[in-house]
């Protein structure tokens, strides 16, 4: 297993008086595993906690009880994270080429050649390098923060959210580019994400999230038809209605 | 009732004018519902900004709206903000952002139908009150008093669209006004927005980016990409014949995703 | 970055101004055209001429040289003052804003009591303990200041520290002094530059209203407040002997002020043209 998570609590405290204080819980006790080469998508509204999930799987912040443990080794070097927002992803005052060699430690690899390389993957080339990201478009962006992520050859990702920012064409564009990294690499990726369709076209296995609780887990994408839980029917039948209407069926079959 | 002719939108900078929306023509007739489809950049929101006069000086417009039969481009400022509001009404992307954090609900959606209506604050207070059950929005006193952080983003936007029925405009303009909610909000908003139409057969421009949400609602749809508009037809035409690569570009990757999504959610699909 | 600069003429303009005075005080000496001590009561209130280019003061002074010679003592002291001030607010703002949690808590709370007392009043306070003297305001120039300081960059760090990249940097393990040093430092120092720059006004007024009170620059050492303090005895007789030394501030400060908003725009990488 390269990621297990187990029961995570995580309160923010909303007035801190002399006397006490008011903790809102955020995550109740959530429990998840990914696996090797897996990639599992975790779907819930904004303000059901998953950012927060994110980020305590990370390590930028501690939860209030419970444990996440990578695979056996130390962990920090074989996980990267994109995000929602690029904008704020890469440090503005710094060219591609830094933000690409930022993670990198040996000297050896501050080369141009494994950063060309890296731009490649992600479909840019090496002119990239030596621009800053005000001057890429969101897409572009975006695709840096992946090559970023690849470059220290992490086993496992997290994208928080990472298209849900991006036009529909390039969001296609972004998700077809992590499926064939997936493959080639055999990653993991940890999806979240509010927008099902996305999953279905990505990931293996489906974790449906509400109000900082799992609601139910779908073993295989492909038996989505099959959920119990009535949030999560309710998502479901929510984008079939909003998806091209049933005089359109005919074309999806061609 | 609605005739855009030649609509040019140029910024102004250091460098003179740079163009961001070129040539844009089309008309909308009463109680038709007009659908703009575009990606982020290909000018939908200035568009709109535009007929409403909602663009400030750094913004150059050229061209010709008439709006029953006025320009409303070459209206003097005090008779085009009777019209916005009265006569035309908007609805926006971010509700969270429409609504000023420091006042009740109450307090700011009376002070929108002060200026349009001339009448006095209880018959508002009613008006409001029964836009709000058309709305499927109950407890309407209590909500009235509550401050905008207090609700989430998707009763905001069907506040926005309340107040909207009760200024009972004649053209509804809705800029992106499901984006920032989640689906399952989205489909009753959608649902609300129908019913606003058949009520009141009022005439409606939807601007979105999101395919589906418009083949919902709309009769017409037009294609904009890079500030121009690239196709325009009925949705049927659209959707099963469209001309211009960027719309059969779009198409294609909706259709993409829908074909997995359609794999993972059938129990037999394509049957 | 040059290429801006030289598209706003006010801010070339101020910068020119600038570093035109700075030169002039390092090189005082070949400036001047008099010692700025020297008195000559027979010269006294003399008017403009080719010998005493702005005249003389009371005690047959020549103005001109007095004003150059006291851009040492006016501006290189808020200098310096503005260095020391901005050195202890930044580090304690930084740690501050970067780390949270209960230091925060306990640096910003000392900042927060420090500030509510009047300036002013604390300044008097600790030069009547201290004793007369530059150094001593100085000294409480910069005690009253850092704290201010240390309140706005704790604030933006707080800011920067919500970032993506820092986020990121922070996922892949990187120490906590390489993230201040690389991506916090960076967007915080414009920051602190804009905001020095247009409070370096502040800090000149200070320090000439002090000697203007007789606390600070004691005479009869040139600088340009105890200048206008001994003006305004003969405000009523002589009142051009204001305009010099109040004209030498307002142009400094105004200059200063201009710097500040110019070097904003300047430092944003977004408007860089390339």
């Not at chain 2, 061209?63 to 400022?77: C, H, I, S, Y």
């Amino acid at each position: 297993m390269l990621l297990r998570v187990t029961d995570i609590h995580k309160g923010y405290a909303k007035s801190k008086g002399f006397f006490g204080k008011t903790i809102t819980p955020v995550l109740k006790g959530v429990s998840l595993e990914v696996d090797y080469g897996e990639c599992v998508g975790l779907i819930g509204e904004s303000g059901s906690g998953k950012s927060t999930l994110g980020k305590i799987i990370l390590g930028v912040e501690k939860p209030d009880a419970g444990t996440v443990v990578f695979g056996g080794n130390e962990g920090k070097k074989e996980l990267s994270v994109v995000f929602q927002d690029y904008t704020s992803s890469a440090n503005p005052r710094l060219r591609v080429k830094h933000v690409l060699s930022e993670p990198l430690k040996e000297r050896a690899k501050k080369q141009r050649a494994y950063l060309g390389h890296l731009l490649h993957e992600v479909g840019l080339d090496e002119s990239f390098l030596e621009r800053f990201p005000h001057q890429l478009s969101g897409g572009q962006l975006q695709r840096v923060c992946i090559a970023r992520a690849l470059a220290t050859k992490p086993k496992f990702i997290l994208l928080d959210e990472a298209v849900s920012s991006l036009d529909v064409s390039v969001q296609l564009q972004i998700l077809k580019l992590l499926k064939a990294l997936k493959e080639k690499y055999r990653l993991s990726y940890l999806f979240i994400t509010h927008d099902l369709m996305s999953v279905t076209y990505l990931c293996d296995r489906v974790i449906f999230f509400k109000e900082g609780n799992i609601v139910e887990t779908v073993s295989h994408v492909s038996a989505l038809h099959g959920v119990k839980d009535p949030y999560s029917r309710a998502l479901l039948n929510a984008v079939k209605t909003m998806e091209i209407p049933d005089m359109c069926r005919a074309k999806l079959c061609q | 009732m609605l005739h855009v002719h030649n609509l040019t939108i140029s910024a102004r900078t250091r460098h003179g004018l740079q163009p961001l929306v070129k040539d844009v023509s089309f008309s909308l007739e009463t109680n038709h519902c007009l659908g703009i489809l575009g990606e982020s950049g290909s000018g939908k929101s200035l568009t709109c900004k535009a007929l409403m006069g909602l663009l400030g000086d750094e913004f150059d417009v050229q061209g010709e709206v008439l709006f029953q039969g006025q320009n409303l481009l070459t209206l003097p400022e005090h008779k085009r903000r009777k019209i916005r509001g009265k006569e035309i009404c908007m609805v926006i992307q971010n509700a969270m952002t429409a609504f000023n954090p420091l006042f009740t609900l109450k307090n700011q959606l009376l002070e929108t139908l002060r200026t349009h209506l001339d009448k006095p604050d209880s018959m508002l207070l009613k008006r409001m009150l029964e836009a709000f059950e058309k709305m499927n929005l109950y407890g309407g006193e209590t909500l009235l008093l509550k401050y905008p952080h207090q609700l989430s983003g998707g009763m905001l936007q069907r506040v926005m669209i309340a107040l909207c029925i009760a200024l009972n405009p004649v053209m509804i303009i809705a800029d992106e006004p499901t984006t920032a909610i989640d689906v399952v909000n989205q489909v009753e908003i959608i649902q609300e927005l129908k019913k606003v139409r058949d009520l009141f057969h009022t005439t409606m421009i939807f601007i979105s980016h999101d395919l589906g949400v418009l083949c919902q609602l709309c009769d017409t749809l037009m294609v904009m990409h890079e500030g121009q508009k690239v196709e325009q037809g009925s949705v049927q035409e659209v959707i099963f014949a469209p001309k211009a690569p960027q719309t059969q570009m779009l198409i294609q990757t909706r259709l993409e995703l829908l074909r997995a999504f359609h794999a993972c959610t059938e129990v037999a699909p394509c049957s | 970055m040059v290429q801006k600069l030289l598209h706003d003429k006010l801010g070339l303009g101020a910068l020119i101004i600038l570093t035109v005075v700075m030169v002039m005080g390092i090189f005082a000496p070949l400036f001047s055209l008099h010692d700025p001590l020297a008195q000559n009561i027979m010269m006294k209130f003399a008017n403009a001429s080719s010998t005493y280019p702005l005249g003389t003061d009371h005690l047959g002074r020549c103005v001109y040289s007095r004003l150059v010679y006291g851009i040492r003592t006016t501006l290189f002291l808020s200098v310096l003052t503005m260095v020391c001030t901005i050195g202890i607010g930044v580090f304690v703002g930084v740690i501050s804003g970067y780390y949270q949690g209960k230091l925060d808590e306990l640096l910003m709370r000392f900042c927060d009591i420090m500030l509510s007392f009047p300036s002013q009043v604390m300044i008097l306070a600790i030069v009547g303990v201290l004793g007369v003297g530059i150094e001593n305001i100085i000294i409480a120039n910069i005690l009253i200041k850092w704290t201010w300081y240390a309140r706005m960059m704790r604030g933006i760090t707080a800011t920067y520290n919500q970032k993506n990249y820092v986020l990121y940097a922070k996922t892949i393990g990187k120490s906590d002094r390489c993230i201040i040093r690389k991506h916090i430092m960076p967007n915080v120092l414009p920051e602190i530059i804009i905001l020095a720059t247009l409070d370096m006004g502040w800090v000149i007024i200070n320090i000439s209203m002090l000697s203007f009170l007789g606390l600070g620059i004691q005479p009869p050492s040139p600088e340009w407040g105890a200048m206008l303090s001994e003006a305004k005895n003969t405000l009523m007789s002589h009142p051009q002997q204001m305009l010099a030394p109040g004209l030498a501030i307002l142009v400094v400060v105004a200059s200063f002020n201009i710097l500040g908003d110019t070097l904003r725009d300047i430092l944003d990488p977004k408007t860089q043209e390339r």
